[in-house]
Each structure stands twice: as structure tokens, then as C-alpha cells.
């Protein structure tokens, strides 16, 4: 079905009214390239549709006790699984959420929510959490600063549609707080039964999973927990993911961070990044008198001696107003990190089990769009399971499994994975092609109207449209090599030879990425 959709939507939305024109020579070449990438995922995929067949045929009826047979069991009470046993209790459903410690977590990241993710989280129904998140700040568009020339650019967020003088927001807060505020969600709820244990193994039953043996906190007795459907939502260090799918998680880099204290703004209600070199750096308000810092430092393992590093070489390209308490937070407050992982969007196709969250798929937190495909990812669920009455259709639950796979690329997750790794490499660029790209990228927001109004829609999540990230991308490329035959001045000849180099790295960079979303279709 996904694939009538594409190739539907391929010629109407592939350059839309509000693409630059600089991206219109290469559309019938990214079409094709395109084009032939589906080809190649129909003719791959044949053989697990065949797989799914035999599978699905030979597949014997589970049995469960009449306690056991209408109840779901969630594993991890993070983002997902907080917010997707809420759901799923209002809808009539009997949830058990097991959660290893419901002690409020400290984290670094999970801590901006794009106004995307703020719109689905309201039609979840959960939209108070928000509201009692203690000193939630909210966020309306994004300061830039280049290092290199002192100069800065405005990204504000869309306006509502429904409301042209209303500014669409989103929210920054900390993580902890945040999930503190689902998790009371969840608690409220006549028809969740809250258990803080360890899950040991998922247990198995002709290759189908019907439950999880656990041990309760301060219970050293193992106990078993059926269900029809039981749903891995343990985050990013997943121990179940291995058992699940083949696919690696990689680290690119890792985020540094710290808190600033009554750091002031360039800008009221925005967050900012700086592309200094050699990494960006992520800053936005968490409280009334408390700004996060996220300093990415791209490499596997972190120097020595961080703080020497983070005032060696990040101190001297931030912003005056920034300055000051960077250096005071570095060496007053706690520093912490946290690897950032990518996972493509994975198939899981067991009976009986969902994985979701980042368990299933990651990306570079830099976009800060992972909670919002959470959200969404959750929506779509729920929306599924409203029309499978009887879980242990798991037929049914198969087909439910495509949709899902397929409707969200086309929403959300396609948009967001792509995006993200997509500006990480740019802007943390350590070639001088992925240098011309960075700076062509801030050139073209300078340009204002359609080059600031759709990335920006792609980058809030209010309009991930895939077409449109690949078209702006290109035009992207397109003007980064319009500016290299530009400065080359007579010396034409080696502006062109710089300008195809580079147009070669934004396909190196892009094309990848497209990979890992298409050959997951359902």
C-alpha cells in the first residue's frame, strides 16, 4: 500500500510550491536514484514475504488463562512505555508495567520536545503532563551562530494553522520530571498495575512470546507474567534487542553536557546552536534559572580530561553572552555524557511481542526529534489495537505490524531518522566537503522564506514531509556548489572539480540514510 503511496505522491510532493528553485535540475535524477532503490527493496523483499507466509501458516493458537488472555504487558516506564500503557488503560485494556526503578532518572537528553511531538502528546490525551512538568519552558524557534563569521540566523517555528498569529511551541524541561509526570499518568489508571522489578527473559512458547519472567524489587523469587501481547519499551541499552533483530547500533559521537546557571538568551524562548569547529553545541533553558548545554564531541571514547577539553577547544567559539556561564558551569557543575547511537527503524516480526521506542530505532539526538516519533509512534498503536479486539489475533496483529511500519515513515519517523543524522554530519563536519555543505546549509537559512520555512516545518515535526527533505537537501547541495564556482572566480576549473566533490559527499551523506528507511517497508 506504502508503495502506491510514493509513487502517487512522487511527482506532487516530490518539489513542492515551497522548494528554493535551486532544486529543480536534479529532481528527475533523485526521482530516478529514487525510483530505483524502491525497485531493489520489492525485488530484496520477496523472500521475507514469503518467510512471513510459512510463518504465519504454521503459527499454532496460543492458550492463555481467562486473567491473562485481554491483558498487555510493557517493559521500561520511559517515554513509550509510560505514555503507551496510559493509552492503552484508557482504551479498556488491562496493563501491567514493569519498570526496574521508578526512582526519577537523570539524564542528559530526552529534554527538548519539538512542537510536533507537543500537538500528538495533547491528542494522546496526555497533554497535562506537559503542564505539571515543575518549570517546563517553552521553546518557539532556534538562535544559529557560526563560529566562523560572528553571524546568526533566526529559525522560527511555524505559525497554527489554525491560528496565524499564534506561534506553534514546543517544550524543553528536565528528562527526569518529564517522565515523573507520565509515570503519575500511568499511575492513576484504574486499569494499570504498576510493578518496579527487573525483567529477566521473555518467555517463549513455539517461537511465540507469551510473557516475561520477572523478579519484583527486594524479591530475590522469579515470577512468570502471560499475555497475548507483551511490549519491549527499555529504551536505548536494551537487553531484549539482540534477542529481537540483527541490527547494530553504531556510536557516532557523544553529547557533554552540563547546566548553566541564569545563562541569559539572544533570543526570549529559543533554543540555539553553535556551529563551531570542530563541534556543535546545543543550548536551551530547562527551568527558570537553569540552561543545558550539550557539547558533542564526535568520537567513540571522550578525551582524558573533559573539562580541559571543553575549555580548550569549546569555550573560545561560543557567543559572548554564552561565555561566561559555560566556563562556570564547566567548572562548578557535574559533567555527564551519553553516547549518541543510531539504530535504523528495524522489523521485529515475532508473534506476540512489540519492540518500540529506542529499543527500536535511534537516531542522533541533535534535532531533539526522538520523543516525538514516540508520540506518534504510540498514536499509531493505539489507533491499531482499537480495531483488534482479541490479541491473540496474531494474524491480525502481523498486518497491524505493516501498517505501522509503513504509516510511519510517511508521518514522522522517515523525516525525523533522515534529518537528523543528515544535519549531525554536516554540522560536525570533518572534511572540507562537509565544511562547504555546513556552511552552505547557513548560507541558504539566511535566504529566508521557503529556505527557513520548510526545513524548519521538518525539523518541528509539523511537516515531515520525506519529499521535502530530500528536496531542500539537494538544494542545499545545489547552492553550496553555486557559492564554491562562485568564489573560484577565474579559476573555474577548480571551482568545478571543488563543487562535484561535494555534490559526490551529499550523496554519500544522504543516500545511505534512505536505505536504511526504505528497505524496511512493510
Known sequence: MVLEVIFHKMRSFFLPKDLHPLSTDFSMLTYLILLSMVIYYLISKGKSWISKF????????????????????????GILGSSIATVLARDGRQVTLVERDLKEPDRIIGELLQPGGCNVLKKLGLGDCLETTDEAQTTTGYLIHDWKTGASVHIPYPTDNNNPSTQQEGKAFRHGKFISSLRTAAMNEANIKVVEGTVQNLIEDNDVVTGVRYKERGNDESKDLHAPLVIVADGGFSKFRKQLHDDKVTVSSHFVGCIMKNCPQAKSQHAELVLSDPNPVLIYKISDEETRVLVDVRSQTLPKNIKEYLLEKTLPTLPEHIAGPFEDGVINERIRSMPCKFLPPSTVRKSGVLMLGDAFNMRHPLTGGGMSVAFNDVAIWRDLLQSIPDLRDYRQLDDAYTVFQNKRKLSHSFVVNVLAQA????????????SRLRDACFEYFKLGGSCVDGPVGLLSVLTPNPFLLVGHFF?????????????SGYKIHIGLYKATGTFIKACQVLFPLLWTEIRTIA
Do not use: C, N
Request: proline share 2%; no cysteine.
Open 54 to 77: 510459512m510463518r504465519l501458516s504454521k503459527q499454532p493458537t496460543q492458550h492463555f488463562a481467562d486473567e491473562d488472555k485481554d491483558r498487555v504487558i510493557v517493559v521500561g516506564s
Open 423 to 434: 544535519l549531525y554530519e554536516l554540522f560536525s563536519a570533518d572534511d572540507e566537503h562537509l
Open 475 to 487: 538544494a542545499v547541495a545545489l547552492y553550496s556548489m553555486w557559492l564554491i564556482i562562485k568564489k
